[in-house]
């Protein structure tokens, strides 16, 4: 007779995600000042940055700040990060992030270099973007960024970035 363990109910598993997400926005403070907004699909991520009259750089186009888009990229990329370094920790129960205050959240990763591609004017509407880690080590990582609007066979910007990645907590 096995006396395997019963798995969690699913809801209470995306209850546990979403709180531990929450928990990693509301640690950045400037995510909020923006107002950038993450949806999280199982171990995905996506950003939204909604529109606001704000982000505009160039009224006559109009069109949004160059500024805004590369942070936008950045906030993507390093949320990722962070994302995927306590997946693993979030799905063994090793680590539960619901509750914990922003002090406590791990550490984020330091940004070595961000370069953006505009690709096309960024138009007076929301936009999204999804980051892809194309090399995560312990110390180092790459990451690469792409932004759309309408369409996302239609890129409006993409980016790459290189991060160093902070050390492991010990955990016992």
């Known amino acids: 007779m096995s006396t395997r363990k019963r798995p969690e ?43 606001r009259d704000q982000l505009i750089g160039n009224p006559l186009l109009p069109a949004l700040h160059g500024g805004a888009t590369a942070a936008f990229l950045e906030i993507t990329a390093v949320m990722t990060l962070n994302w995927s370094y306590i997946w693993d920790d979030l799905e063994a129960g090793k680590l539960s992030l619901d509750g914990l205050e922003a002090k406590d959240v791990p550490r984020l990763p330091k940004t070595v270099d961000f370069t953006v591609d505009y690709l096309r004017t960024g138009l007076p509407r929301d936009a999204y973007a999804r980051a892809r880690i194309t090399r995560a080590g312990r110390r180092y990582a790459s990451v690469q960024v792409e932004a759309w609007q309408d369409n996302r066979d239609r890129l409006y910007a993409q980016a790459m970035g290189h991060f160093v990645m902070p050390a492991a907590p010990s955990r016992g």
């Open 9 to 51: 109910p699913v809801q209470v598993i995306k209850q546990r995600r979403d709180a531990a997400l929450r928990t990693l926005v509301s640690a950045v403070p400037y995510i909020g000042f923006l107002g950038v907004e993450f949806e999280r699909r199982g171990d995905e991520i996506t950003a939204t940055l909604p529109f």
